[in-house]
């Protein structure tokens, strides 16, 4: 009778010691000691998991030599046209539309006259991207402008990518061409939509 | 020996035992259950963050795009939490000296990163994609619910195992077109299921392997 109950308490503090070591195992592989993307560290004095590349070192593919491409600059002027590796086409127009509305429209508006929402809520004006000087400005300038900012504007190279960039900047060169459209060129049934 | 208990006691006997199995089961099922507990899973509970986001205003007030902020939603597994540089880019020049704000100017001026809590957190034995999801037409409000109109963010959903299956069982009931995924305005059109049908076939979603414990678990 004894050892009977002996066994059962035997069994139970087991069961027991299993359930509790349980939880804990189980709270452990919810949160493993490896890290989630930007997760938080003490291992680094800065408290980042995210290391960026050792000063001096360039990773491959990330060389970039082809200045034309990264900087929007050729002989150290401002390219007047898009670089070779970009090809222009409705493709390309398509994605710097898409990606115009998403990161330049807040402050300069849909049709880029300056006018965005955040514009309207106090944020300083921008200036038309329909005025003459806007108008003449070369290619080049628009690329080296979302890469570098310009004045109050932050630079937005962290945010889109090279490519990307292109495309806003020949986005923003058929906006300015749309309002400065040929009517007559117009396909009559286009033609026949303007008031 | 003289008998302790009377006869008519037995009754006892069996209730307790019937008794026990209940407690058990009732036990057993609260366990299986309390994941499913909105205290437990967190849903529609705001946590404590270092400035009091609100996405109501940014998104619905000012109209603007996820992507905005959430930058590698479309191309990686992670979505993206802005930089504070993100947030300065108009809190340089708008609401400059509103003390709330404070925290964000501070984490610019001395470089350091803002430290959000995550509202959203799936175990570490749980591989999610954004990726895959926003290029097969799954939206955002879909799985995080009116972003749109919180003004601090809350979990819509509970995240759980159960709940990814159930779309990963039948997308079709969910699935929308891919350049309607950033909208937060969409809801589900009368015919959905047959739309989502054709969908699913259009995007090729590959749904008789969708729950093969490998593709959430690898």
Redesign the interface.
């Known amino acids: 009778m004894n050892r009977a109950l002996m066994h059962v308490i035997q069994l139970m503090v087991l069961c027991g010691a299993l359930l509790v070591s349980g939880c804990d195992l189980r709270q452990r592989?919810?949160?493993?000691p490896?890290y989630?993307?930007?997760e938080?560290t003490t291992f680094f004095d800065?408290?980042?998991t995210s290391r960026g590349p050792i000063e001096g070192t360039i990773a491959r593919g990330q060389l970039r030599l082809d200045a034309h491409l990264f900087t929007g600059k050729v002989n150290g002027e401002l390219a007047t046209v898009l670089p070779p590796s970009i090809p222009f086409g409705k493709d390309l127009l398509e994605r710097g539309h898409e990606r115009f509305?998403?990161?330049c429209s807040?402050c300069h508006g849909r049709t880029g006259e300056g006018n965005g929402?955040?514009v309207q809520?106090?944020?300083?004006q921008p200036p038309s991207f329909h005025e003459a000087r806007l108008r003449e400005a070369a290619i080049g300038h628009y690329f080296e402008v979302m890469t570098n900012g310009f004045g109050?504007?932050?630079s937005y190279a962290?945010?889109v990518p090279v490519e990307d960039r292109w495309a806003i900047a020949a986005y923003v060169r058929a906006l300015q061409f749309s309002q400065r459209a040929d009517f007559d060129k117009l396909p009559a049934q286009d033609q026949g939509q303007l008031p | 020996m003289a008998q302790v208990f009377h006869r008519s006691i037995n009754w006892v006997a069996k209730f307790s035992i019937i008794a026990i199995l209940g407690l058990v089961g009732g036990l057993f099922s609260v366990l299986l259950n309390i994941n499913r507990l909105d205290y437990v899973s967190g849903v529609g509970v705001a946590r404590d963050q270092p400035v009091p986001f609100s996405h109501k205003h940014h998104v619905t007030g000012m109209g603007l795009d996820c992507r905005y902020c959430h930058t590698s939603v479309e191309t990686s597994a992670f979505a993206g939490i802005p930089p504070v540089e993100t947030c300065m880019t108009c809190h340089s020049l708008i609401w400059t000296e509103a003390p709330l704000l404070e925290p964000v100017r501070a984490a610019f001026r001395d470089d350091v990163p803002l430290q959000w809590t995550r509202v959203h957190d799936l175990p570490d034995f749980v591989y999610f994609k954004h990726n895959i999801h926003v290029s097969k037409g799954i939206g955002c409000t879909t799985c995080h619910g009116a972003v749109d109109q919180m003004p601090l963010m809350k979990k819509a959903e509970t995240l759980n195992m159960e709940w990814c299956l159930s779309c990963h069982r039948n997308p079709a009931q969910f699935i929308r077109p891919r350049d309607r995924v950033f909208d937060v305005n969409w809801t589900p059109p009368a015919d959905q299921e047959l739309r989502g049908q054709q969908l699913v076939k259009d995007y090729n979603v590959r749904v008789s392997q969708l729950t093969d414990c490998s593709v959430c678990h690898l």
């Open positions: 592989m919810y949160d493993q490896k989630e993307a930007h938080a800065n408290g980042l509305d998403i990161y807040p929402m955040i809520r106090g944020l300083k109050a504007m932050y962290s945010r």
